[in-house]
């Protein structure tokens, strides 16, 4: 008999718990879930058509973030987006398990249920993670409750959680009424973030948001500073790579015609040179200057940039390292970032290359210098 509710109305139709594998719903392989920022969501999707002419758009589940369907396995297609890492897009999981959800905190359970489906999935002896998206303007349930409650799921058997660093994600993305549920290696997914949100904390005496662009590619790219090493940093002003370099223990040379920030100008260990990089690099008095380090973040076009980099190429010690971001217009994002990697290529060696998380209209590209022996891990 069915109950009613104390205000004498029927009670509110909530729908059956169902759930349903990927390959139930248009007869494809698998599905995932792709993200980039909204403005190069779609040539981050032509990306991944690139290396899976068959994949196939299903929607946009919010601005930046696409659900698409392929023929290949899941472990097939990351296998080749990690030997051919894409520019644009900035994370992408399976979906394996789909899920009607409606907005109530009954979706808390169906998702539970969904994810006990992948439980035999799960490698017990490799650590794991939920990462969670809610897509939907709700307030009934966040991400922290659908971590909280699904862990508690995949950990039952003693699966160990470790949310820094896990070796395996289950991947949840949740719409207003559809939740989209993946198990995989972290490895497989281009970034160890939901969405490759990677997120830091502002610190003090900050100098500008670009600090997180640095410390972002570091981390992707696997990229350290050589204590009491040298830098250099091209388009240095307000300061902020500087800073970065600076609380890393380096000695650096900042070229940019704009003044820096009253800390670093103040600061012994920087030189602050206010010519445009160009000259800096022709420069008779500094011809003799070479670096473990350098940076570019100096705002022109990317082939430019490509070029200044190039000229910059002989100013670095044979271990050092060097990360630059290449700016790039709306038009032709794909083909002038392309266009400039080429101009680097015949000096560098390109570690890694990808819009991060904190880049605007940009990527930011890592490099070592050519015939010197790549000795760090990236993409
Ligand atoms: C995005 S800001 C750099 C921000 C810096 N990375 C930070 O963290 O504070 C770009 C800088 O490039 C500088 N710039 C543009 N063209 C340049 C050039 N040809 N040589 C040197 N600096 C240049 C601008 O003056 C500007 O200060």
Known sequence: METHRQDGRPPRRTPKPCLWYNNAVDGSTSQFVFT???EAALVAFREIQRVDPKARLLDWLAPGIGRAATDLEWDRLAA????RPPLFVRHVCPVQVTVRLAGSRQDLDLLSDAAATLKPSLNPSLSFSVQTRILADQTVYGRFNVNERLAAVLSADGAAIDVRQPAQVLSVVCTLDQGYLGLSQTADNLSDWAGGERRFKREQGQV?????KLLE????FGLEFPSGGQGLDLGAAPGGWTRVMRRHAMRVVAVDPAQLHPILASDPVVEHVRQLAHSFLTNP????????VILSDARMDARDSARLMVMAADRLRRDGWALVTLKLPQR???????????ILRPRYFVVGARQLFHDR????????LRGAAPNRTGP
């Open 208 to 212: 500008s948001r670009s600090e997180f």
């Open 217 to 220: 590619a570091m981390e992707l």
């Open 285 to 292: 008095r500094y011809a003799d200057l070479r670096f473990d």
């Open 361 to 368: 209209s940009e990527i930011t590209v890592a490099l070592t």
């Open 36 to 38: 980039a920022a909204p």
């Open 80 to 83: 080749t987006l990690r030997r």
């Open 332 to 342: 032709d994002m794909a083909e002038i970032a392309i266009r400039a990697i080429r």
